[in-house]
């Protein structure tokens, strides 16, 4: 008898079911989320007559202690899209009831009766998946820093108009150093030319007396005024969410110093380069697979040469639409469902 293993994994506890070739449930669990669960797992999996060369297991991840363990122990995992889920869960259900039981259930069905249109999760090596973990972070960093950038603008678009036309871009450090100083129109008001330089300086801007003339020009530039208070307020917000940009932007370039040295010591890192005539900097773009907007960044000396762009247009030589093949330690994201596996 074949089983097929579900599991509606949550933050204290992961909800287990066993279905057999005919469809019936013939175990449902509880297991807890240490190493004690898992154990639990493997004695309920063995007790069915299961093991790790007949028992595919299904969950809604590819990133939790328990599917790493699943795959350390030679599991054949089968991370599916909780959209997929939901859809599937249908089929057993009209009354659209949600609960962590019938989950893991409805995702041992799904490897009972499709799994053939679902991806198995890639044997990637450690390395492959420390750059996975990297990539997926930086990019989610950028995503969070452009996000607080838009929360910025926002804000100041309310009281304080003439700074979004002196500091077009927000996330330069010159626009975060002169904000920090000067939140309000009443503090700009006070600024001199002098104080403007400083601060220019201090963002790394140089000594450049034109800059510092024009945003001073267009920080003073009349305009409609909130209440003191409220404008008092507002700058208070504005300190804060300028200092979130700042060390978000930190952030973001640190886990882009990590990937870049990371990927630099992978053993495949020029095999997609070697067969699209990719240099190193295309080829870790290929590894991050997003489109970034550029920000300010530095990389070590070391790893100089391994630096990823911001953004990810074809390199030259390919078409945009072109689609360039996988390494076979490619560190993919998990799958969509709804299709079958490459070949």
Excluded at 186 to 208: E, F, M, W
């Amino acid at each position: 008898m074949s089983i097929t293993c579900g599991i509606d994994w949550a933050e204290a506890h992961h909800d287990v079911a066993l279905i057999d070739e005919h469809g019936v449930a013939v175990a449902r669990s509880r297991i807890d989320t240490g190493a004690a669960g898992f154990s639990a797992l493997l004695a309920l999996i063995a007790e069915h007559g299961g093991g790790v060369d007949d028992t595919p297991v299904a969950v809604e991840t590819d990133k939790n202690l328990i599917v790493v363990a699943l795959v350390e122990a030679g599991f054949t995992v089968y991370p599916i899209n909780p959209r997929g889920v939901a859809r599937y869960r249908e089929r057993y259900g009209q009354a659209g009831a949600k609960s962590d039981p019938g989950d893991a259930t409805v995702l041992a069905h799904v490897l009972r009766t499709d799994r053939h249109m679902h991806r198995r999760l890639p044997a990637n090596t450690s390395q492959a998946s420390a750059i996975k973990v990297l990539a997926r972070q930086h990019q989610e960093a950028i995503w969070a820093l452009h996000q607080t950038v838009s929360r910025l603008r926002s804000v100041l678009l309310e009281f304080y108009p003439q700074a979004l036309q002196a500091f077009p871009n927000l996330q330069h450090h010159a626009a975060t150093t002169v904000l920090a100083a000067v939140p309000t129109p009443a503090a700009a008001g006070k600024l001199t030319r002098t104080r403007v330089a400083t601060l220019l300086r201090r963002s790394g801007r140089g000594n450049q007396a034109a800059l510092a003339e024009r945003i001073l020009t267009e920080l003073r530039v009349p305009s409609l005024r909130q209440p003191s208070c409220v404008e008092e307020a507002y700058g208070h917000t504005v300190q804060g969410l300028v200092g979130a940009v700042e060390a978000m932007r930190t952030a973001a370039d640190a886990l882009e110093k990590a990937l870049a040295c990371e990927f630099d010591q992978h053993p495949s890192r020029i095999c997609c380069g070697l067969f699209l005539g990719w240099d190193q900097s295309w080829q870790l773009a290929f590894w991050q697979k997003s489109v970034m907007t550029p920000h300010v960044s530095t990389i070590p000396k070391a790893c100089a040469h391994t630096r990823a762009p911001r953004r990810s247009p074809s390199p030259p030589g390919v078409r945009a639409t072109s689609r360039p093949a996988r390494c076979a330690t490619s560190a993919s994201p998990m799958p969509a469902t709804g299709g079958p596996s490459p070949p």
